[in-house]
């Protein structure tokens, strides 16, 4: 993360992202595949870490293949897209409103006070040590504990879709997106930009 100013001089938070120009690799239909999807290769990859197949689909060792299919709001279908075409950067201009979709980073075991914002028991009454515990979890009636209780347990490593960012800057030359606010995920995380429909 970075911060901007923009041509009114105020300071934006904002993130880079280095975009890997990508060519679309196959376009799936309703009446061929039973489902409208485009599909993009990314980068390039070792030739010895890839099968013959892959090599032969792709036209290349490419590092990164993703398939996004039509989706209502977005691109409802896939008429108009040829195989071959190249996708960079310049597909966003300065002020797009874009959806950004990434995992996000993993925290490990983490308990309910960081993991669900409990906040913890007080010092008062006789507790000494609950100052981070979860308190009750049953109900006594049904003498189990009920499906879904927040509690304990992983955190992160979920996919976080982001909407309403903007387009800060887009720089051709080096391929990069300047993008406002924060986007989910550690650095070098693949991350999914959409346009939001209007």
Avoid: W
């Amino acid at each position: 993360m970075t911060q901007v100013f923009d041509e009114n001089g105020v300071c934006r938070a904002a993130t880079v992202l280095k975009v890997e120009p990508a060519k679309i690799s196959q376009v799936r239909t309703t009446e061929k595949d039973g489902y409208s999807a485009v599909q993009l290769a990314s980068g390039s990859q070792k030739e010895q870490r890839v099968s013959k197949a892959h090599k032969g689909h792709f036209g290349g060792a490419v590092a990164v293949a993703r398939e996004f299919r039509a989706r209502k709001g977005y691109n409802e279908t896939t008429e108009g897209i040829e195989t071959g075409t190249e996708l960079d950067v310049t597909v966003f201009e300065p002020g797009d409103e874009i959806t950004v979709s990434a995992i996000s980073k993993g925290k490990g075991f983490q308990g309910v006070v960081k993991r669900h914002k409990f906040a913890g028991g007080r010092r008062s009454h006789g507790q000494k040590h609950s100052e981070r515990e979860p308190g009750s979890i049953g109900a006594t009636g049904i003498a189990r504990v009920l499906k879904g209780t927040r509690m304990a347990g992983r955190m992160g490593g979920d996919t976080i879709t982001v909407r309403g960012l903007k387009v800060l800057q887009v720089n051709a030359a080096e391929n990069i997106l300047v993008v406002s606010g924060a986007v989910p995920g550690r650095k070098g995380t693949l991350v999914e930009v959409f346009e939001t429909p209007a």
